[in-house]
């Protein structure tokens, strides 16, 4: 059944229906790894979903939002009911857009370049503020996705360490389509071990306590190689209606 011929009690269903689920295959995603549940977070991602349905899912117990875009983001915002639920940026950031938007959310989870940390560093500096923010890596070295290339990393990292006003608290990715488990868990695996080398060394500034990978498609993957933050979107609202 198509979304827009659901009506809105169903729709309030479906999302308390797919948020139980979700919960339940992160949760055997994690003991089958290992690893306690309660350390995996389930961000709900909102790109193109209305208000009201963000609003029930928080009422079903979301607590992190995501949005991909600024403008979006901001439409929605005095709308949502966001006293007990924090939200993250996750979608790529133009430089010229970080004034709007950094201190309207938790957390950035896309920094990309050292030119858009400087960007956050000077615009937070001058409010008097510190912005939390991820370091998105491109782990398949797709020319079609933004995040920084693997070789760029350390000294990436390094460079932003340095930086007033901007604190990366991990990492985040997206990894290459696959066709079989086999090649994504080796994504993820790769992701882990990057996480893991750069949380053992310690530098100043960074706080490798956040591992942002696994969508709809992947979560339970993900899980299973170490992520700590999955960034669920039609899995929970349903086939994206544009």
């Known amino acids: 059944m198509k979304m827009e011929t659901l009506s809105l009690e169903e729709r309030f269903k479906n999302i308390e229906h797919n948020i139980g689920v979700i919960r339940e295959r992160i949760a055997a995603a994690a003991k089958e790894a290992g690893r306690n549940p309660e350390d995996i977070k389930l961000m709900a991602v909102t790109k193109t979903v209305e208000p009201m349905f963000i609003n029930h899912a928080i009422e079903c117990g979301i607590d992190l939002i995501g949005e991909n875009k600024v403008q979006e983001f901001l439409s929605k915002k005095p709308y949502l009911k966001l006293d007990n639920c924090k939200a993250h940026l996750i979608g790529h950031l133009q430089t010229n857009k970080v004034k709007q938007i950094i201190s309207e959310v938790d957390m950035i989870q896309s920094v990309d370049s050292v030119k858009l940390a400087g960007e956050i560093s000077k615009r937070a500096t001058a409010l008097g503020i510190t912005v939390e923010c991820l370091v998105e890596v491109n782990i398949g070295d797709e020319e079609s996705k933004t995040g920084l290339d693997m070789e760029l990393l350390y000294d990436t990292l390094h460079q932003i360490s340095l930086m007033p006003g901007i604190k990366v608290k991990g990492?985040?990715?997206i990894p290459p389509?696959?066709?079989?488990?086999?090649?994504?868990?080796?994504?993820?695996?790769?992701m882990h071990e990057i996480f893991i080398d750069i949380k053992s060394k310690?530098?100043?500034?960074?706080?490798?306590?956040?591992?942002?990978m696994g969508m709809s498609g992947d979560y339970e993957a993900a899980v299973r190689n170490g992520s700590d933050l999955v960034r669920v979107g039609s899995a929970i609202?349903?086939?994206?209606i544009y």
């Open 202 to 212: 310690k530098l100043d500034n960074i706080d490798m306590c956040i591992l942002s």
């Open 171 to 173: 990492l985040m990715t």
């Open 177 to 190: 389509i696959c066709e079989d488990d086999e090649s994504l868990n080796k994504y993820f695996s790769k």
């Open 237 to 240: 609202f349903g086939p994206r």
